[in-house]
């Protein structure tokens, strides 16, 4: 029998979030109950909530960087056991019969889709799937992660399941590592932790940013230096000097400054959708450089858990500011405009405050 749980919800894409009771499923022999402790904020959680990507099914219940203690599990689940600390990202199914689902890559596949953590068709009850602005959630084991970090960091774990696989996974694909120079566009949630880890691999990294203020935490974070990319001059400077470029910022702006500044062979990967296309490229940066514009999206369950891994051994987690669930529509509002270093979380106790 389904079992009752408690949200926060968009009810529709104006309104300010409100609860929201509705069912869970009770778990099957494959599942894993988790009860929620922290949930990250995503910008992808406000696009979804504000209907801002079209589709949006409402009641919203958005969250997909989801940390808390397992509370059951399935007969059929062996390496999970009760009181373990798990993670859910951005997906809780795919078709795992595909040439990418067999391929360990779930985020690409190629019969349905992989099925988000929210927003998702739910094949258990209908309807489609809520996420981690509850107190629980019910998924198959099959995407589930293992969170190996002190209890005491699991708050700015979190986000690693959304920010820090959207930010490992290229520069793991693009293998980023020693004797390489690696710029990070945008020092945001997806940013700072492209640094970090880029750092961790071992890469000489520098941020590209409108904001010359961001240069000490920059530094802070593991960069070598920012680059202010308003100022010709000091992008000039290292034209041609970069093997890799990770792009983290979501709105249109001009891609082809960035471009000349790859070396030969170099590669710029994308890793947000803006609202509004791009500028037109200059393709002849492309051709007469052989460099090349890539996309790269999340990463898949086995990935993750690789990248959960790496964070617990070289001490990384997200820099978050903890907020109750109820200041919820103020953390969007302030997530619009930049107002955040560098990711929200919240503090899912506080569901139980009404």
Known sequence: MPTPAKAYAAHDAE???APLDFQRRDPGPRDVAIDILFCGVCHSDLHTARGEWG?????CV???????RVTAVGSEVSDLAVGDIAGVGCMVDSCQDCPSCNAGE??????????????????HLGGHTFGGYSDHIVVDRGFVLKVGHDEKDLAAVAPLLCAGITTYSPLKHWKVGPGQKVGIV???GLGHMGVKIAAAMGAEVHVFSTSPSKREDAKRLGATDLIVSKDADAMAAHAGSFDFILNTVAASHDLNPFLALLKRDGTMTLVGVPEEPHPALNVGTLVFGRRSLAGSLIGGIAETQEMLDFCRDNNIVSDVEMIDIQDIDTAYERMVKSDVKYRFVIDMASLKQG
Do not use: R
């Open 106 to 123: 779930e985020q690409y596949c190629e019969k349905t889709g992989f099925v988000g953590t929210y927003n998702g068709p739910d094949k």
């Open 55 to 59: 589709g949006t099914l409402y009641p």
């Open 15 to 17: 309104s300010s979030f």
């Open 186 to 188: 945008g020092l945001g």
């Open 62 to 68: 958005p969250g997909h960087e989801i940390v808390g």
